[in-house]
């Protein structure tokens, strides 16, 4: 398995090679997933549940808030297993939880949690109820201070519905990006996503500052996110955005915001990773997401993919039917840069289904 | 695959075991290298860019500064694909290189590239036109100042036509190494050689002091690595000289100065790890040459060789038409103390050849 160049060369990911990480994942609720068939990352009537179980079986290997690992109604398991067996066999030097707005606690001793006091946001068909400028600035605060005795830091995500606030959000900023935007369904449920989007869009009028419209249809990782890495750009630490459309839309938001404060930001120590099922993915196109950004960046992708097992519910992956989450896409990364192989890492994600 | 002691003991080497390197790559031209038929160490006319070529694809896995990889007109692939393949399989922490006078920068973003303005040399058969003694400090200066995060070093090479220089210098500064010496021929070109080193040699007489000697017949990385080796060793920095007969005149170098000096040096954290093919080569004799050195130093050689292949551009190593360089044999070595095996290694580096 490979690491692939979508955009810049690959002197960033090689410089990397060998070196260890941190693995941040960020945690939030939105209520836009209660929307009926807007998402499948979870269980019908407990999504909320999907990024609190994500992070506890990253963390653990365990589900504790409730009996099984989130999958969806078709079988297909939550890209937390491959970020897990990732730390089996090529481990993270240490994982923190972000949590911005769970429903639910991760119920996990040791393992820091960052708290900042966030809560759930709600439904961007009505009005995600989010006050942006103080969630971007918590995001800000917190990269400027944050503190690895890591090389660098993996930065992921698990958000339930996210493809569809992600895709509102580059919309209401003002990006073109039709058809740019990537779903966790194989058959992209375009209307439920477009009608939520549409609407979402109704409360957006262009006299509003990029603020008020991330208040009214974000969710609260893109915000917090952007924050963060602008905090963390003054700091020199290397930063690997670990996922996909949702991830991209972060480096929009990050691109809007430079752009309203009319400032230039750099990105040579920030980069992107995701999965070879968003890059070669027909309904979305990342690299177009990426280059709608004024500034340059590293970009790629790992192209694992589950050919060498024969299990029907990872097969589905290489369908389409699931295709990041959880940071999949750069967790296969650091297992590349540091010695793995794609049998040792498919058996060991096969482990989870026996 | 094992590693083996040439002199002294396992001890040093198995303290190293587990933990991590940096890796530092010496790069230099010599215009001894244009001499016709002197080195097959790259591409006619194109020798030059060897050092370059080797530096970008241990690095990045490509080639910049030309279409493809180095290899010799009998088609032997540069020592340059073992190293990169253990950084694959077993990464170093971290590499930097040492531009100590290259005729062509290595087009690498990222990775730290010292540059101490150094320029390449001139051909020893005439003058190689080195300022010696200031080589030597900036060598040393470096080796006092540097610091790495890592557990010890690695330090390497790329200098086209540098056993030939290695050959001078060892016999201008006195020692009695009459077929120690070993080529990256396997019929090693002992006419051409030969005839150079008695050019040079004509250069040098006895009154002269060691760095007249140096600035006359050598080349920039013998100076530069005594000075390094000297200036660490105040530091209690473990290193590793990844080489063959070209680090033990290094080591020569570093012997004959203290002598100059009046000093007495304690080789206690160095060490010197080569390939099998250096150590079995009936063309050399390395272990003569590390005991020409009036202090006691443990070094190695790894078992290594291709007998797990049946690839005839890698073959061509176990028939002795390459043997070393690019830190082959210490990079096989960081192979073997991190857990890796003959089988994975040969593996990935006949991936570079498909």
Known sequence: MNIKTITGNNDFIEFLRGKKATFLLAL????????????????????????????EFVCTSEVRSLENIAETPKGVPTPALITRAVHQTTPFSN?????????????????????????????????ANIDALELFEKGLEFGKNYKTSDDYIILAES???GTT?????????????EGMFSSSFKNNPKNIKDETIKKALEQID????????????????????????????????????????QMAAVLLVVNSIVEHMQGVFDAKNISLCTTRWVYEDKNSDIKSLI??????????????????????????YDDGEAKEGV??????????????NKLTLTKEIEKFLN
Not at 165 to 177: D, E, F, P, Q, S
Not at 215 to 231: E, P, Y
Request: hydrophobic share 40%.
């Open 206 to 245: 262009d006299g509003m500052d990029i603020f008020t419209k991330l208040s009214l249809i974000s969710d609260n990782m893109l915000i917090f996110n952007a924050g963060f890495i602008l905090g963390l750009s003054s700091t020199n630490t290397k930063l690997v955005l670990a996922g996909g459309t």
């Open 159 to 161: 958000v339930p519905s």
């Open 291 to 316: 280059e709608l950004c004024n500034f340059d960046i590293n970009t790629y992708y790992t192209d694992f993919n589950f050919s060498e097992t024969s299990h029907p519910a990872l097969k589905m």
């Open 327 to 340: 940071g999949a896409g750069g967790a296969i990364m650091y297992s590349i840069l540091n010695g793995s």
């Open 28 to 55: 939030s609720n939105t209520n836009t997933a209660n929307i009926e068939g807007i998402t499948q990352a979870g269980i019908p009537g407990l999504i909320y549940l999907t990024p609190t179980l994500d992070s």
């Open 165 to 177: 606030t992600a895709n509102a959000v580059a919309l209401a900023l003002g990006y073109k990006c």
């Open 95 to 127: 994982i923190e939880l972000l949590d911005l707005g769970l429903m639910k606690k991760p119920q996990i001793d040791y393992f820091k949690i960052h708290h900042f006091d966030i809560h759930p946001s709600d439904s961007i068909d009505t009005d």
